[in-house]
């Protein structure tokens, strides 16, 4: 071999190694983000999502991929939604924003790994066999958001004991509506409160709601939990301010943008534990030997601006248990 022969042969090796280095390098996996709410009113669910994520090691743009798909509060649009994701193969598929996503995804694919996050029983909504073992190719956690009704009536009650009839706000189109229907009617019975239920599907809806609501001669409101509400939770304390009527609500998001009261799960925290097993089976879990996980944090808020603008007095009682007091 000749000298020009050497430093050709090396040259070409000097630009393969590279080339070939790339091509070996495995495939960034590539996580499907399913929500039925909005990105910018989810913003602080998906940094929570984000940091569970990092806890397993994984950081968007650096070793992981995210497709988002956000049906805007339309219910409808979200299977469409899922088997996009699904035709496009993605690794694993984070199902949050209400039960409607997650039966989505559910029904999209049985091979594709699915972490949820689940406000109704996810046993009876047939998305696993049981808690400690979902089995299938779903599990993720459970926030108990249609288990705590009753609290948050007996809750409204110690604010408001003159109310004789709670007006209690539902969306029929929800999949946990009549779970939580049943729930909050039992509770009612047990302590013999007067209810009135108000339905409420679309933003119009709402208006309608709170514009009627002298009708029912009702003293105080109830908002059951869903994700639309959740996204549309300006709109209703507004109204719920306007119309100067004394509401509880279930997360803390509510509280936050003026409502007066809530009680519930750490949404937060579910998002958090959604990225965790997420990033856990992107490392090889099953989701069949990831137990479901039930939410243990819950949160009661209130807020005393609120009740000072509506002229309501916080029992010494409320105060002493209040997770938190915004001021």
């Known amino acids: ?148 009704e009753g609290k948050r009536l007996a809750l409204l009650r110690d604010l408001v004991p003159m109310a004789q009839i709670v007006g209690v706000l539902v969306r029929p189109r929800s999949a946990n509506a009549t779970i ?34 002298g009708q029912a001669q009702t003293g105080a409101l109830m908002v059951l939990s869903d994700a639309f509400f959740n996204s549309r939770r300006y709109q209703l304390t507004a109204l719920a301010a306007h119309y100067a009527i004394p509401a509880i609500y279930e997360l803390r998001e509510f509280a936050l943008a003026g409502g007066l009261m809530s009680y519930g799960p750490s949404l937060t925290d579910g998002y958090r534990q959604v990225g965790v097993y997420t990033g856990q089976i992107l490392k090889g879990a099953k989701p069949a030997d990831l137990p479901v996980v039930q939410s243990t944090k819950f949160e009661f808020v209130i807020n005393l601006k609120t009740a000072k603008e509506l002229g309501i007095k916080i029992s010494d009682n409320l105060l002493s248990i209040a997770d938190e007091v915004i001021e």
């Open 180 to 213: 939580q229907l049943n729930n909050v009617e039992a509770a009612a019975r047990a302590v013999g409160q007067q209810i009135h239920i108000f339905h409420a599907n679309s933003a119009r809806e709402i208006d309608t709601v709170f514009a009627n609501w």
């Open 1 to 148: 071999m000749n000298k020009r022969e050497f430093i050709t042969l090396i040259g070409s090796a000097a630009v393969a190694w590279p080339l070939a280095a790339r091509a070996q390098q495995p495939a960034v996996p590539v996580i499907g983000f399913l929500s039925g709410r909005s990105r910018d009113e989810a913003a602080y669910a998906l940094a929570a999502f984000h940091s569970g994520l990092k806890e397993t090691g994984f950081v968007e743009g650096q070793n992981v991929a995210v497709e988002y798909r956000w049906a805007e509060g339309q219910e409808d649009r979200l299977p469409a939604l899922a088997a996009d994701l699904v035709r496009r193969q993605v690794t694993a598929i984070a199902a949050t924003g209400g039960s409607a996503s997650v039966l989505a995804a559910k029904t999209a694919t049985t091979t594709i790994p699915i972490v949820f996050l689940s406000g109704a029983d996810p046993v009876k909504l047939g998305l696993i066999a049981n808690f400690n073992r979902p089995e299938g190719n779903a599990t993720g956690t459970y926030v108990f958001t249609t288990a705590t």
